[in-house]
């Protein structure tokens, strides 16, 4: 059964600093993984998708790499602002069917 | 696009009381799927369904009930309320790419969040 890891559970950094957040699956044969962002009391937006077939992909000052092999991803934030303060989760989608399975964020605090 | 949308925002019930929560999204997206989040934890999925008249369970279905008779609403019910249906809900859309079955973006709702006493 396919389970998703984001370690840690929280993190708190200088404005200004480049950080990675970290996300490890049991398997990897998935089709895609996903980035998303949450806001206190606020729904979810997908920040970057990666298909199954790709290494990595950028906007902005976000770059997400994918690693089957290694059953890991990681997120790159650059410059950070207090404004990147949320949780970011990351949700791998294993088969056809669009079902995604869940880590359970990283609650990111950046201080000014 | 209003993109995924969700009511109501906030909802109490009592005990063995029955609601559904509505969602709709306008982006005539084929999927659409129900969660539920809790606290320390990753959502899970309670229904999803892959187009209109066809549903199917998720890791979580006891207690909820869904319909999709039309592409752009997805309907979660909730039967007899219990407390351990307190929880965040969340509703999502997607579509895929026909020739690859890999699927695209998820667009998710605001949320509902219920309280039941």
């Known amino acids: 059964k396919q389970e998703v890891t984001q370690i840690p559970a929280a993190l708190s950094v200088p404005e200004g600093e480049n950080l990675v957040l970290n996300c490890s699956f049991t398997?990897?044969?998935?089709?895609?993984l996903q980035w998303f962002r949450q806001d206190p009391g606020k729904g979810l937006t997908s920040l970057l998708l990666?298909?199954?077939s790709q290494r990595e992909q950028t906007s902005g000052r976000l770059n997400a790499s994918l690693d089957k092999s290694s059953g890991r991803s990681t997120l790159y934030i650059a410059a950070s602002q207090p404004g990147d303060s949320a949780t970011y989760l990351c949700?791998?989608?294993?088969?056809?069917?669009?079902?995604?399975?869940w880590g359970a964020g990283t609650k990111l605090i950046i201080k000014p | 696009n209003a993109g995924v949308t969700q009511t109501p925002k906030f909802q109490v019930l009592k005990t063995g009381q029955s609601m559904t929560l509505q969602c709709a999204q306008d982006?005539?997206?084929?999927?659409m799927s129900w969660y539920r989040q809790d606290p320390g934890m990753g959502l899970r999925l309670i229904h999803y369904?892959?187009?209109?008249?066809?549903?199917d369970q998720g890791e979580v279905p006891n207690g909820y009930n869904v319909s999709r008779s039309t592409t752009e609403d997805f309907p979660l019910r909730l039967l007899s309320a219990a407390p351990s249906q307190t929880s965040v809900y969340f509703c999502?859309?997607?579509?895929?790419?026909?020739?690859?079955?890999?699927?695209?973006?998820?667009?998710f709702g605001p949320g509902t969040r219920l309280t039941v006493t």
């Open positions: 398997d990897s044969a998935i089709y895609n």
């Open positions: 982006m005539n997206h084929e999927y």
């Open positions: 990666i298909q199954s």
């Open positions: 369904s892959v187009g209109a008249g066809i549903t």
């Open positions: 949700a791998v989608n294993e088969d056809s069917n669009y079902q995604l399975i």
């Open positions: 999502a859309s997607s579509h895929r790419n026909v020739h690859t079955l890999s699927s695209y973006e998820q667009y």
